[in-house]
């Protein structure tokens, strides 16, 4: 203490000039403008000490970039009478550490400083912020969660056990970068836990599993606070005990799979589906035994197993994927791993439930038929896990589509089970139908006065997850706006629906949980039992209950605004009561999913746009809302988040909107475990729109001489029309010349026969398939400044022209595509489509964009093909390199990072396209490759075969050569 505060004082003699002198120096007029105002508010306000502290901790940041001076002279004089004057000096010098590694995080340092510090008590800022300080010499990442931290410290009574936690993490930190920030992040575990039973042995745990590898520890850190939030009362020290000393034993054999097992317990162990601890450990012991990547594979994957199938089910279906694929280890791995058709089916035999997949045809007529609108329904395990909580029967909105879960087994009757799914797909659209969604900035404001909000606190919303955000605690207002509302929808549902009522009563019974009285919980469970019309007799008494009675169900004309009046009463009510433990929780009806206003925003954000930015750009959200603190339910609400969350939206906009004429999937080979992913790449077609036919025009006009040369060629390759046969004893007339010569050998005694002349139609019977690469690599521009898509649809136009001549049946296509999820194929010509100026004018459209799926546009080129009758089939491919997806690999499993930089991870796409040419010429079609990639022959040999390819080194030569290409192949 004595040392900083010697420092301080040494600061303090720094007057006012010298620190004008070295912003001088910065040549920055921003940085000088900011100076001069934080001083004149200072100078104004009259507190000498902050005065003072301020100019040392300002000194303290003189070393930083301008962007973090600038934030603390623009927010630093405001936190006056919010932080102490003693506390100045180590904020900025926590700052100005993190500054001199990611000047970003100082200045968001600084600029949350007014609102994180004003919830700490003044005596206790300044020792928080010296360990903050301290923390941040060695190891910032951990610092700033720390420093996020701070309010949810400054609430522990027990201080000595705020001093016992920062020493244990300045220790973790000090040994490794991520374990000192999963520790400092996993402060959350005690808003849950007890700290006095649990602290020493869970960090005793860590300790020694950081021994092994800091891997290990970060894994553990990381899982502990959503294992305690899923488990409650389970969560106890003998648990831990368990469930690290698997990790050790597991480690022993195999580091990666331990650190697979704690990374993924909170998913298994808190999925609500009552796994053991043991049972789930041991099958993975006993599938290490067979091999490191079979145990990482099913730990991995055990949560989306459970998201099919029980977890009996899932162990019979272990049990049977040992027992098929015996030695087989890669084959086993990728069993386990869901990745192959086989163990899908496998799974899918022995569980009990109903799929989405099975049900989404009838629950999408039946929605449409009872609400008279679209239904797009999505399986939920498609949404980050931050929106769903890793719940197996989630189900929400995002104001368009319906996410509904993916298996539904809750019971035995495969009745009940579409019973309760077609309920959830009602109660989700009923929210839609109901206008849960439907407000605008107006009624939103309106809404904040009539429900007592302050003025300063109602700021400007524009959408209902704001405005729920404007309340203190927001996980308490939209669970409790959550259940009002759906009061409300169910109630005019089933006045609307009376058939209805009966599924409402059986699948809304609330199973009897006790909380204590006077409690948070407790309340909770009173409003989920009137909102179910199914209240105690203690409900009635309570005053917001009354009124939810008056506003809901006594009125048949309710609206959100209702739901808003009353949830706002409901909070008050709830706000000062105190929690059992952690996060409250509340009884659940099984039909009710969760609201998700801010998905709503995010969507609506998308449709608005209704332009989706590819999604390699980098997205952000306009969602203004608070972050929880670090490691509770609501950290992610970040824009980080928010950004990717809008992506995801955007993708399923794109695909929606995207003119698709149809869409189909396709199996994938898997070279590692040699078979089949089933339905793995989706493919959708995508007729091109005619644009402008200014391309073919000066295609013909710069090749005109070619083209006519080669109408002239092969108009020659064209068959007469009729083939005579002379000397034939049947015919339609007589042969002259051989009557004659008969005649001349009848002198000689030679017998002489066939008089007759047989004429046969002859006809040339070949059909092709041009397929165009138009990944993003053939916008290269080349030397006589086209492009390599250019050169190649010129070569295309080019062959049209003389196929036109020659008669054979020829189609356009092209393709590209991002992800296994979307290879677009599209249409430029059908073989059974005239070459007219409407396809002319679709060259016009098409464009260089995305990568080069070749397998998946392989076999819908051959589906195409194989739907034609010819003699001769030929799919010609034109691409400028080899195939390449950001997921057209296999699983990059090996942690050996010598094996890892060795492998060869094209291997996986090269054998899948081998895979689907042989599939080809399994058809009767005759596949072959130009490429204009000079390193060619180093891979088109093995995928295609030898004489299945060329290389033209020079690509202006493509449009010349592609014709005599063609002329080998086909005569």
């Known amino acids: 203490m004595s040392e900083i505060k010697d420092r301080a004082k040494h600061v303090w003699a720094v007057d006012k000039s010298t620190l004008e002198d070295v912003l001088d120096g910065k040549m920055n007029p921003v940085l000088r403008e900011a100076w001069q105002q934080a001083v004149a508010i200072l100078e104004t306000a009259g507190d000498e000490e902050f005065y003072q502290h301020w100019l040392a901790g300002t000194g303290e940041l003189m070393a930083a970039s301008w962007e973090v001076i600038w934030e603390w002279l623009h927010r630093s004089p405001g936190t006056l009478g919010i932080v102490t004057p003693v506390a100045l000096v180590p904020w900025a010098r926590c700052s100005a550490l993190v500054a001199r590694y990611a000047p970003a995080e100082a200045v968001g340092l600084i600029r949350s400083g007014r609102r994180i510090l004003a919830q700490i008590p003044p005596d206790i800022q ?52 991520e374990m000192g920030r999963a520790y400092f992040a ?36 990381t899982s502990t606070p959503v294992l305690a939030g899923a488990l409650g009362e389970q969560f106890s020290t003998s648990f831990l005990a368990e469930w690290a000393d698997w990790a050790r034993f597991l480690a022993e054999q195999d580091v990666e799979t331990a650190i697979a097992f704690l990374n993924s317990s909170p998913g298994v162990l808190g999925s609500g589906m009552g796994v053991a601890l043991k049972e789930w450990a041991e099958c993975g012991r006993e599938l290490l035994t067979r091999d490191q990547k079979v145990a990482r594979s099913f730990f991995e994957m055990t949560h989306r197993a459970l998201q099919q199938a029980t977890w009996p089910e899932v162990r019979a279906w272990v049990e049977r994927a040992v027992r098929e694929c015996g030695e087989n280890a ?12 086989e163990s899908m089916a496998l799974l899918a035999g022995l569980r009990q439930g109903i799929t989405l997949a099975e049900e989404e045809r009838s629950l999408v007529t039946y929605g449409a038929a009872l609400f008279e609108r679209p239904v797009v329904i999505k399986p939920s395990n498609i949404l980050p896990v931050e929106i769903t909580g890793g719940d197996r029967l989630f189900a929400t909105t995002d104001g368009r589509r319906v996410y509904l879960p993916e298996n539904v087994n809750v019971f035995p009757a495969r009745e009940k089970n579409q019973a309760l799914l077609r309920l959830m797909l009602v109660h989700e659209m009923a929210h839609l139908a109901e206008g849960t969604y439907r407000l605008t900035a107006a009624e939103l404001a309106e809404a904040a006065r009539r429900t ?39 109630h005019l549902t089933r006045v609307r629906y009376p058939g209805l009522v009966r599924e409402y009563h059986e699948f809304g019974r609330l199973a009897p949980v006790p909380f204590p009285s006077g409690t948070r919980e407790a309340g909770l469970a009173s409003l989920a039992r009137l909102s179910l019309g199914q209240p105690a007799p203690e409900d009635m008494a309570i005053e917001p209950g009354l009124l939810l009675q008056q506003k809901i169900f006594a009125n048949r004309s309710a609206t959100v605004k209702d739901s808003l009046e009353v949830a706002a009463a409901w909070y008050r009510f709830l706000a000062d009561k105190p929690a059992a433990g952690g996060e409250a929780r509340y009884p659940q009806a099984l039909y009710r999913g969760r609201l998700r206003p801010d998905l709503v925003a995010v969507n609506a954000e998308v449709e608005a746009e209704s332009s989706p930015v590819k999604s390699r750009q980098r997205v952000e959200s306009r969602l203004r809302v608070r972050p929880g603190p670090p490691g509770t339910a609501t950290a992610y609400r970040t824009g980080k988040f928010y950004g990717a969350l809008k992506s995801l939206l955007q993708g399923f906009f794109q695909e929606e909107y995207t003119a698709y004429r149809n869409v189909y999937y396709y199996d994938e080979w898997d070279v590692t475990v040699t078979g089949y992913k089933p339905d793995w790449c989706r493919v959708g077609e995508v007729v091109l729109q005619p644009s402008t036919r200014r391309f073919v025009e000066q295609t013909l006009r710069d090749y005109y001489g070619l083209i006519s040369t080669l109408k002239r060629y092969f108009a020659m390759l064209r068959p007469d029309r009729f083939r005579r046969y002379r000397r034939q004893e049947e015919g339609e007339q007589e042969d002259i010349d051989a009557i004659v010569e008969a005649w001349a050998e009848r002198a000689v005694g030679a017998p002489a026969t066939g008089f007759m002349i047989r004429r046969d139609k002859r006809l040339r019977d070949v059909t092709v398939a041009f397929l165009l690469d138009l990944s993003g690599s053939t916008n290269q521009v080349l030397d006589n400044g086209k492009t390599i898509l250019d050169i190649e649809k010129e070569a295309v136009i080019i062959m049209a022209e003389a196929l036109e001549v020659i008669g054979d049946r020829y189609a356009l296509y092209g393709f590209n595509g991002e992800g296994r999820q979307k290879v677009n194929f599209y249409i430029v010509k059908e073989f059974n489509e005239p070459y007219g100026q409407q396809v002319q004018q679709k060259f016009g459209g098409m464009v260089s964009d995305g990568l080069t799926r070749l397998g998946a546009a392989i076999r819908h080129a051959t589906n195409k093909l194989q739907s034609v009758e010819a003699a001769v089939k030929l799919l010609l491919i034109l691409s400028d390199g080899r195939p390449y997806d950001v997921d057209y690999c296999a699983a990059k499993g090996n942690s050996d990072l010598r ?26 079609i005759t596949p072959f490759c130009i490429t204009v990639d000079r390193k060619g022959k180093e891979y088109l040999e093995e995928i295609f075969g030898p004489g299945g390819y060329v290389v033209i080194d020079d690509v202006t030569m493509l449009p010349e050569k592609l014709p005599l290409i063609y002329k080998k192949l086909t005569v």
């Open 330 to 341: 890669e084959k086993l791995a990728e069993m386990m791993a869901l990745a192959t058709r």
């Open 126 to 177: 300044q020792s928080l912020l010296e360990d903050c300080a301290i923390l941040a010499r060695i190891n910032w990442p951990a610092a700033t969660v720390f420093y996020a931290s701070l309010p949810m410290l400054a609430q522990w009574s027990d201080k000595g056990a705020v001093k016992r936690w920062v020493q244990a993490g300045l220790a973790l930190a000090g040994q490794d970068v």
């Open 899 to 924: 094996s890892w930089l060795s492998a060869d991870y094209t291997l996986y796409a090269r054998e899948d396209c081998r895979m689907a040419l042989r599939e080809a010429r399994m058809k009767c």
């Open 452 to 490: 007592g909000l302050p003025e300063a606190q109602r700021g400007e919303v524009s959408c209902l997850e704001e405005w729920l955000d404007l309340f203190p605690d927001y996980a308490l207002m939209r669970t409790v706006f959550e259940l009002v509302e759906d009061a409300r929808v169910d």
């Open 186 to 221: 996993a402060h959350s575990l005690w808003q849950k836990a007890s700290f006095s039973d649990l602290f020493v042995p869970w960090v005793t745990w860590g300790q020694e599993l950081a021994r092994i590898t800091p891997v290990m520890a970060q894994a553990y850190f």
